[in-house]
Each structure stands twice: as structure tokens, then as C-alpha cells.
């Protein structure tokens, strides 16, 4: 039977889909090629596994880019303080000269 509260959804929001609960249209089958690692219906299966020899080889490449950004980094600290410590000549000598 209907709820009371039945006849103010449907004023609200019209009346129920026309298809049954069990067969929703919005929700189709999978599709028919599965990309490895593509398993949208199975949320408690992991993602693609990735091999260790793959995994290892991104890891060295981050670490080398790791590194040189760190070298580059080191490179513009040393110019830092080469020019602090040049403006610090210069005003001295400047306040010698006057």
C-alpha cells in the first residue's frame, strides 16, 4: 500500500522509472574489451599488477631525476651565496669611501 509520504514524493519527483528494480538501464553490462586492469564491477580486485623489474627501473629513473634536481639545486645555493657575499664587499666598500 502506499505511505503517506508516498504521494508527496511523487508530486515532487513523478512518478517511479518505468523498468523494475532488478533491470535498471543505466547501469549496462561490461564492455566487451577489458583493458588490463580495467575491472569496474570488481572493486576487491587490485588494479594491474605491475612486474618488480618495472617498478624498479621507474624507481632509478625518479632517483636520477631526484638527483640532478638536487645537483641543480646545490649549484643555485653556492650563486646565492657568491652574490650575498659580493653585495656585502660592495657595501663595505662603499660605506670605506664615505
Not at 547501469?27 to 575491472?39: A, L, N
Not at 634536481?69 to 660605506?95: L, Q, Y
Amino acid at each position: 500500500m502506499y505511505r503517506p509520504d508516498d504521494r508527496r514524493r511523487r508530486r515532487r519527483y513523478g512518478p517511479g522509472p518505468w523498468w523494475p528494480p532488478w533491470y535498471d538501464p543505466r547501469y549496462g553490462p561490461p564492455p566487451d574489451v577489458i583493458y588490463p586492469g580495467y575491472q569496474p564491477w570488481d572493486p576487491y580486485r587490485p588494479a594491474m599488477v605491475r612486474r618488480s623489474e618495472d617498478e624498479v627501473a621507474a624507481l632509478e629513473r625518479e632517483l636520477e631525476e631526484l638527483e640532478d634536481e638536487k645537483v641543480e639545486i646545490e649549484r643555485t645555493i653556492e650563486d646565492i651565496k657568491k652574490e650575498i657575499n659580493r653585495r656585502k664587499r660592495e657595501s663595505a666598500s662603499r660605506s670605506d669611501i664615505a
